[in-house]
């Protein structure tokens, strides 16, 4: 795990893209469960949404669970929200996790 490391919330918020590769941690509070590997969370300390992409299906993690999350910057992410609207959000992949 040495080999993530922790990025300013505020750089992966406005320039995920120039971090795209980095292998960071960060961590957040869950707020949606998209589906067995793809969920949303709040970067600590920040309103800030993140989508995360991990390696394999977890477990036993809900909304409102905090979590540290290891991964790879993969830029940005856009997609509908349930309203319809598009939403972009800062996105790491082949991410892991621990409580």
């Known amino acids: ?6 990025i ?3 750089e992966l918020g406005s320039y995920a893209n120039q971090h795209i590769g980095e292998n960071v941690r960060v961590k957040i509070t869950i707020f949606n469960i998209v ?6 969370g709040l970067i ?4 800030d949404a993140i ?4 390696s394999a299906p ?9 979590i540290t999350v ?3 910057v993969s830029g940005v ?3 509908p929200n349930s309203y319809g609207v598009t939403v972009t959000q800062p996105s790491i992949i082949n991410a892991f996790y621990t409580k």
Do not use: E, W
Request: aromatic share 18%; hydrophobic share 30%; glycine share 10%.
């Open 1 to 6: 795990m040495a080999s993530y490391q922790i």
């Open 8 to 10: 300013d919330p505020r």
């Open 35 to 40: 589906d067995g590997q793809d969920l949303q």
């Open 44 to 47: 600590d300390g920040t309103s």
């Open 51 to 54: 989508y995360i992409t991990t």
């Open 58 to 66: 977890f477990f036993h993690i809900y909304k409102g669970d905090v």
């Open 70 to 72: 290891y991964g790879t």
């Open 77 to 79: 992410i856009s997609f």
